[in-house]
């Protein structure tokens, strides 16, 4: 697998390429299966019809790896939180975590088991990926999901969250650690149905400040990166802290491949990381509105990474509404450019 060969730094022919997102709106393939499951929730929890979303890119677009198609806060709706999705307003839950009996009331170990149906996905995807595709699994990390449990949905200053972790920073580790407790069993379930590789989602590691970041979020990750790298030393783990460039001379840890947001200038992420890690990212992901755009920033990017181990993707997520056939076009080029 191309993919996987990139993540360890081997030569490979040409630079592997995958979207964070990959499996979503912009595919009217994807809504047409959505429809049929009746919701989001309901679409993660069918594994079938999440292992038919997860398949959808590589056979659309063609690339290079699948992403298993779940999200990252089916942990804390299987611990016991009550999550909703709805249109318009992103995940919200019901009854926000906000003091110790809240989160006693959450079992970490039940969450591992009922979340077969992701295992189920990927045991499926597996299955029926062609062998030289890789696939990928995820989780949030324990930050990013506990300012969606202690803010109740999405948040644009985090003050829940950032207020426990100046008043009770006691409650605030134990939320962190006994979500990691669930994520290292969870991601080696994910590893026994399959995966060939993890990553580790951390979109709001930029609400902290450095200190906080390192203690907060960047601890609980790399524990459990050092989990897993120990137990599964083939399995390449990648981060992906968002938005955290102030931060880099800093990073550390037992993982394979750092993720690169859009945010983040690529060349001070490769002369600060890149002898030790090997970089992801990090197309602006609103350049897909426009080929030219979308060749200027490839060559752009192929001429930073120039002979470093690199794995193209977006710097975040793909959106709603960016055409099909520049997201394809976007595929291939990267495939075509970084072959010569
Ligand atoms: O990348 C993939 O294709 C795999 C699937 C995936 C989803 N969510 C599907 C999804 C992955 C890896 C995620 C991760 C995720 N989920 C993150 C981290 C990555 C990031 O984007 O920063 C976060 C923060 C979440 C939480 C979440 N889920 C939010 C904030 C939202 C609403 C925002 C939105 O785009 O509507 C979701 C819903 C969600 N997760 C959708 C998809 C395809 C859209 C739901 C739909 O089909 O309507």
Known sequence: MIFIDACFKKKVPYTPVWMMRQAGRYLSEYMAVRKEAGSFLALCKDYKKASEVSLQPVEILGVDAAIIFSDILVVPLEMGMHLCFKAGEGPVFSKPLSNLEDLKALDPLKAVKKLSYVYDALKLTREKLPKEKALIGFCGSAWTIATYMIEGAGSKSYAKSKKMLYQNPELLHQ??????????????????????????????????????????????????????????????????????????????????????????????????????????????????????????????????????????????????????????????????????
């Open 175 to 340: 939320i962190l650690s006994t979500l990691t407790q669930a994520l290292k069993l969870y991601l080696e379930e994910q590893i026994k149905a399959g995966a060939n590789a993890l990553q580790i989602f951390d979109s709001w590691a930029s609400a902290l400040e450095e200190k906080a970041f390192f203690d907060f979020s960047f601890s609980y990750t790399k524990e459990l990166c050092s989990y897993i790298k120990e137990k599964y030393p083939h399995i390449p783990l990648i981060v992906f802290p968002r938005a955290i460039s102030g931060y880099l001379d800093k990073i550390n840890g037992d993982f394979d491949v750092f993720g690169v947001d859009w945010s983040t200038p690529l060349e001070l992420a490769r002369d600060k990381l890149s002898s030790r890690f090997v970089l992801q990212g990090n197309l602006e992901p609103c350049r897909l509105y426009d080929k030219k755009a979308i060749e200027e920033g490839i060559k752009e990017i192929l001429s930073i990474m120039r002979g470093r181990a690199h794995i193209f993707n977006l710097g975040h997520g793909i959106l709603p509404d960016i055409p099909v056939e520049n997201a394809k076009f976007f595929i291939k080029r990267v495939q075509e450019l970084s072959a010569l």
